[in-house]
Structures are given as C-alpha cells and as structure tokens.
C-alpha cells in the first residue's frame, strides 16, 4: 500500500467500472513535466513506501530541474518484464538456480517467484538454413525445435513451475512486435488499481512499445530477474530531449528513411542515459507502426527510451489490435485525466530539444557497419566505393595494385577495387561476383516488420518487378522473416504472397533471423569463393543492427535499409549498382526497367491495407497465443518446484553464482596484481563482447562441444545455448571482429598470456583459466562507449566468470555498466581527457587498484588509485553512480542481494 503523503488516491470510473489511481495533479509542479516524467511519477506516488520511495523523492520529481546534471536517485517499479528467449532462457535459470540456494541457506524455495507479471517470447532461436522455396518455414522450425528441444523443455516447466510466467511458443512473432500488437496494456490493472504499463525487457529493443506511449527500456538479464522479484530498478531522474515532428514525409520515402534521419541526428547531438520524447503537431501526423519504428531504433540512437504520448492514433492501434472496447476506453479515460494525452501545441519543459521537417526526409541506407552512418539513397553506390576501400587489399586476387591507378587524388576516390570472381552453381551455372555483391536481402526485425506501410511496399515492389520479368540475382540469399503471422495473413489476402515467393522471399520464419545473426549459411558455393578471394560482399537487411561480424560471418559489409529496398537491392544483386539512376535489369522486351518503374505509390500502399488489414486477423492470430504448435505441446514437462538438472546437458546447466554463498557478504576488497585481459579501442560493443552467432570447432566452444560428445552438425549458436555457462564463459570475447591491442594482428579472441613465459598468444578463456589457477585477478582497459549495442546480459556474466575484477574505459553505455555491477565487476572511468594510449599503458603491466574498501563503510568513493609495476599512476573514476549499484556491487552482484533480501524478509 502507498504512503500517499499527496493524497493522491483517487478513483477513476470507465463505464461500470471503478479504478483506483494516483492522481498527479497532486504534486506540484507535475502539470510541466515531459510525458515521460509524468509516468515516472505516477509509479512513485503509487509505490511510495517512506523507506526505498519517499516523499522527497517525489517532491524531487515534482521539482525536476531541467537543465540540472542527473544527480537524484529514485526507485522505478516496472509494471511487468518482458524477455526474448536468448536472454530469457538464463533468467529462467538463475531463478531455479536461486530457488535451489534459497533451500540451502534454510529459506523457502517458493518465495523465489515472479511477483509482476513476466512473459517470454521464443523468436531468437530460428535460423534461416532454408530459404527461397515453400517448404522453408517448415523446415526451418523442424531444425529450431531439433536443436533446442532441451531449452524448450526447461522453459515448459518454467512455465508451469513459476506463477506470472508465460511463454509465447516458437514461430510466433518477434518479442517487440508481439508486444505491441497483444501484450502491451498501456494502462495497467492489477488488484483494482489503474496505472500506466511500464516495463524492461531483456533486448534493448523493448522501447519499440515506446510508441505506444508505454514507458519501458532494456535492461540486463540479472536486472530483469531483479524486477521480476519485486526489486525496483535504481536510476538517476534523467534528462529528456524534446524531439518536435513537423511536417508529413513525403511520396516516396518511408518509415525506415525516418528513423535512420533521426538515428544519425540523435547519435550526433548525444542521447546516451536520456530520454528522448516526440512532440509537436508532426506527431499526430506520425501513424502508430511509425511511431513504433522509431521507439524500436532508441539503443541506436543510445538513449534510454524514445516515447510518444497517447492520443487518437494509439486508440485506434488498439482497437486494430484486437483489445476490448473497455480497455480502449480506459486508456482514453485515463490518459486525459491525467495529462497523458497528446497536445501537439504544447512545449512541456525539455532538457535539450531537437527539430525535424518530415518532409525533409529523403531514401536512405545506413551502413557498412552502424545504424547512424546514414547514407541518402543517391549517393550509395558512390559511398561504398570509398568504404569498401577498408576492407580489401591493396593487391587483390587479379593482381590489381594500389588503389587508386589514377595519380590524381580527386579521380583515385573513385577508383572501385575489382576482384570478378566465377561461382559454379550446383545446376552447372555460372556467374561473376565481386567487391560489393549483395549477398543477403533480408526482410527481417522487429523494427520493419512491424510496419505495414513499408511491408506492404516490399510486396507491391516485388509484384511489379516480376510482372516486369525481373529476378533476383542467382548469388542473393532472400529470407522473409516476418515479427508476427499478421503479416503473413494480410499478404495473403491481398494476393501478393506468390510475387515474393517468386522472388525468393519465401517465409523463412517468424523471428529475428538475420537482424540477430540468424542468417544461416550462404551457399556453400558462394561462400567457397567469397574466403577464397577475400571479397567484400555485403548485406542488405531491413533491421536494427549491422555491426561487423554480426550478421553473417563471410560478410564484411552490412546495410540497413527499408523493406522495399531489400527488394530492389536482391534484384540489383550489387552495392555497386547506383539503383536511383541505373536500370535493375532488363523486362520481357529487353527494355530497362529503373527503382521508379517499380516503386508504388502512396495510393497503391494506403488501398492494399485498407483492404486488407483487420482487427479479426490479430484477434484471430493471438486468441491462444501460449498454447503453442502440436510439437510444443508435444513436449514433455518436467515436475517439481526446483528443476531436475541434467548432468549431461550442453544446453542448460546450474551456474556457479552461489556457490559458498553465506548469509553476509564478505568485505570489499582492493584488487592487487592484476593483469590485463583485453586492451581494446572504441566502440566496442555487446556483440564484441558477448558470444554470439555460429559456434566454430577450433574455438574453446567447440572443443567443449566436441569432448562432450556434440557433432559439429549439432553445435547449433551461442544463443541457443545461453543457458549453459560453459559454453558461454568460452565464446565470451571470440567475436571474429575484436581486436586485442594485447595481442596485435590477431583478429577475434586472442591475448596473451603473461603467465606462461614470455606471453604467448593464447585464446582468451584459456588465459583466464591459467591467470584463475595462479589467483590472478583481470582487468580491461577500453576506449570510449564501452559496451554500447544490446543490453546482454552474458557480456557481463562472461566477465566475471572469466575473472575480471574491474574495467578501466573512457566512457560506458549504460546498460553494460550497471550490469558489470550487477556481476560484481567494478566499472571505473579514465579521468577526463587521458586515454590508455596517453598514460603510456601497453597492457603487459601489472596493476594495483586501492581505495575500493571504502565501500565497506557505506560510502562510494569518487576515485580510485590505479597504479602499476611500471611506475605509471593515475586516479580512475568510479562509475558506481547510485546507492542501489553500491549495495549491489558490496554484495557481490545484484542475484546475491536479492536473493539475501528475500531470505530475510
């Protein structure tokens, strides 16, 4: 029960039902307050308990200061979490991990449960193998389920085990887009009370229901499993960015044009630990799948969230979507009496703000290798000309030497390295490929797939082309991976589904596929020639994320780009081709046909939904959306409040947190003789850092796999194996792209290992094993945006368990570094302006970190000193930045102080 110091305990009456609420005009000052800020007040006004969450705390709210530095902390209860089966699998996990230490430690193992409604979504695990023929789905969801058969048993049993757990079953959806169009109340009701729905998810693209005027970021498995226990997340009262939409887009550009515009504009302005709001009279103007597309793009942007106010659009999204006419009206009912309702004219009080004219917005890609390098569609071809540069030789396979041949600079940029090489197709066929072939056109992600304008154009885009007598390229892999059945259902029925299967585009699944790495193989033939003459060929993927090694392991460059232009690109068949003034090939009567020819028009798109889609198709595919297919409920469900763990399984394994765990935590300590595991450079990412993708046989994985008896046929993802912390202790660090300044001109999981004489080059986990067997602690030295990409969890489990006792890195991402602290691992910061590269710091040295015992007398310190054998010192900066993540951090992480809270409750 609140303390409801405001009396703010009101009711509220929608047709012949009565609500509890909390009323925010109550507070003073709260009438100003960006959306955002709004429903974090609500959350307090309604948790307030005079101890975690106190009047002082609201009033801080109620008093926000705009233009202030973050500096006061509150407790924000999430309404419900949501997880993808990737990173929700290893939840499931430490909770039955949990129950059994509980047991123990002479607790009940029944308190561990969730106590706010969780829900897993499985759309992570499907691989493209198949792809362009009409048994690929079918195939594809055979092998998912031959695969993961152990993880999706042990996720039945969760199931069953745990109550506020519920699993969405394979070949559904994609989490986000399942959020949006069923799971998500937008106003919440539980136990009589009416409030605003609010969450985290375990995939940092949980903002896509940002667009639906629900607040919820990505947080990490540990802080997710923390919620799910009842535990408030710790955060600083943020700053918002005002973002203000004028303007319509124009004929021709599209959703995905919008959101990589906004993308670049954010990232270069600076939203990292902000939120970012839309405003103004543009965003009424903004449909709902728009909206959700740009809340889907806020970890590319960087910002925490990326939210829109309810109005008319998000009534009529739900009503589309299938809820009840009483839930529609409460969210009506609601969002007015509480100011939540859109005002285009209104200016609330921003911390910063930004502009965009939405007619300014032009045909974009954004590429080779991040979301906010946008690239206008005119100027494509050209760019990569110059980028490719960087990924090829100077002297290729055909014995071209130095590019560019010109001597004069001006003419030498646009010089293309060429390398043609033949490909023999398994019919006999053959075929030219060079730098720059497109060699996977994905329609695929939550963040396009979800929208139906953009999808409907890829269909009528397809449709044209085959009229027109158009093909794809023999060396395109063509997947279509739809976020939910809906979009299966309305090409359909608009006749469309026959042009993309003759495409290529053939249903693949529904799941994140290539956006996630779920790429499958290439051809074994195109792959054959792609390593033999090291080319550079290229992605095209209507998703979230391209960042290197990330979307297919033979392909070095990877593009973002609408769904329409998936299609075109697929036809094109190359990044070399200009397709805004080159023709894409040829019709019946060997006449040109150009990207125009083909591209529909607004009316085309707008009369296709019109016609097509309905509310019954969602009632329809959603009406018993746990239930699963025939093979899900053919599974068997294991029995009992704690799980049988099997000793044999290299898919789901008891993890090691609690092992020797007592009721008080043992003291802080500094850390002395460390050494250094990785010396790494900026920009590294969550998927540097975190295992991921195909798990090859000479790595530490596949050795693992191997000894345990696992063909290599069988070795399936990282992914799929995110419950076995064997396995992902050894992929921790092995992305093919790293680089270990340590260990220079190595590429992937490499160091050395200063524990054998000399310091060999070694793999990384082997090193951790011998520097753990010696009792030497780790270290990473990093450069700037640390850990920036998904919000996953086994980045850093992965380091703890490897040994890593602290990071020293020029700025963080937010949600790696709050969940560095959740394992245990102490964030620190170089002082402002010094770089490992200016204080000299090789990573051979040995290093001594003191002061961290502060901790032990309930302070923070701001700095610690970092000295090493060498002589060089300098004072690091602690980026422990709330008390919560100091009681986290004293406590050995954040599992180990709920799982001694809830005993002792």
Known sequence: MSANSFDAR???????????????????????????????????LRTEDGANITADHIRA?????????????????????????????????????????????????????????????????????KFGTQDAFKVNVDLEYDRNRERYQFLRWGQTAFDEFKVVPPGTGIVHQVNIEHLARVVMVRDGKAYPDTLVGTDSHTTMVNGLGVLGWGVGGIEAEAAMLGQPVSMLIPRVVGFKLTGELQPGTTATDLVLTITEMLRHHGVVGKFVEFYGEGVAATSLANRATIGNMSPEFGSTAAIFPIDDETLSYLRLTGRSEQQVALV????????????????????????????????????????????????????????????????????????PASDSPAESEHVVPSNPSTVVAP??????????????????????????????????VAKKAVEKGLTRKPWVKTTLAPGSKVVTDYF?????????????????????????????????????????????????LSGNRNFEGRINPDVKMNYLASPPLVVAYAIAGSMQVDITTEALGVDQEGKPVYLRDIWPSEAEVNDVIANTIGEDMFSKSYEDVFAGDAQWQALPIPTGDTFEWDPESTYVRKPPYFEGMGMEPEPVEDITGARVLAKLGDSVTTDHISPAGAIKADTPAGRYLIEHGVQRRDFNSYGSRRGNHEVMIRGTFANIRLRNRIAPGTEGGYTRDFTREGGP?????????????????????????????????????????????????????????????????LPLQFPEGRTAESLELTGEETYSITGVTELNEGRTPSTVKVTTDTGIEFDAIVRIDTPGEADYYRNG????YVLRSLIRK
């Not at 924000?76 to 047991?103: H, N, S, W, Y």
């Not at 449960?113 to 493209?128: M, Q, R, T, Y």
């Not at 945006?785 to 937010?814: M, N, P």
């Open 10 to 44: 009101s009711t509220l009456q929608v047709g012949d039902e009565s609500y509890e609420i909390f009323r925010l005009d109550k507070v003073e000052g709260s009438a100003r307050l960006p959306y955002s800020l709004k429903v974090l007040l609500e959350n307090l």
């Open 332 to 403: 009506e009912a609601y969002a007015k009496e509480q100011g939540l309702w859109l005002d285009p004219a209104a200016e609330p009080d921003f911390s910063e703000k930004l502009e965009l004219d939405l007619s300014t917005v032009v045909p974009s890609l954004a590429g080779p290798k991040r979301p906010q390098d946008r690239i206008p569609l005119t100027r494509a071809a050209e760019q990569f000309t110059l980028d490719v540069r960087n990924y090829v030789t100077d002297v290729d396979q055909a014995g071209i030497e130095s590019f």
């Open 427 to 460: 019919d006999g066929s053959e075929y030219e490929i060079d730098h720059g072939a497109v060699t996977v056109a994905a329609i695929t992600s939550c963040t396009n797939t979800s929208n139906p304008t953009v999808m409907v154009a890829a269909a009528l």
């Open 61 to 129: 709210l109620g008093n926000w200061d705009s233009q202030a530095h973050p500096s006061e902390e509150i407790q924000f209860t999430p309404a419900r979490v949501i997880m993808q089966d990737f990173t929700g699998v290893p939840c499931v996990v430490d909770l039955a991990t949990m129950r059994e230490a509980v047991k123990e430690l002479g607790g009940d193992p029944a308190k561990i449960n969730p106590l706010a409604p969780a829900e897993l979504v499985i759309d992570h695990s499907v691989i493209a193998d």
């Open 761 to 825: 080059v070694s793999f990384i986990y082997d090193a951790s094993r011998n520097y753990q067997a010696a009792g030497v602690p780790l270290v990473i030295l990093a450069g700037t945006e640390y850990g920036s990409g998904s919000s996953r969890d086994w980045a850093a489990k992965g380091t703890a368990l490897l040994g890593v006792k602290a990071v020293i890195a020029e700025s963080y991402e937010r949600i790696h570094r709050s969940n560095l602290i959740g394992m245990g691992v």
């Open 893 to 896: 992480g954040i599992m180990q």
């Open 492 to 540: 359909d029925k608009a006749g469309l589904t026959p042009y993309l299967d003759k495409l290529g585009f053939n249903l693949v699944g529904y799941g994140c596929t290539t956006c996630i790495g779920n790429s499958g193989p290439l051809p074994d033939e195109v792959s054959r020639v792609v390593h033999k003459h090291d080319l550079a060929v290229t992605s095209v």
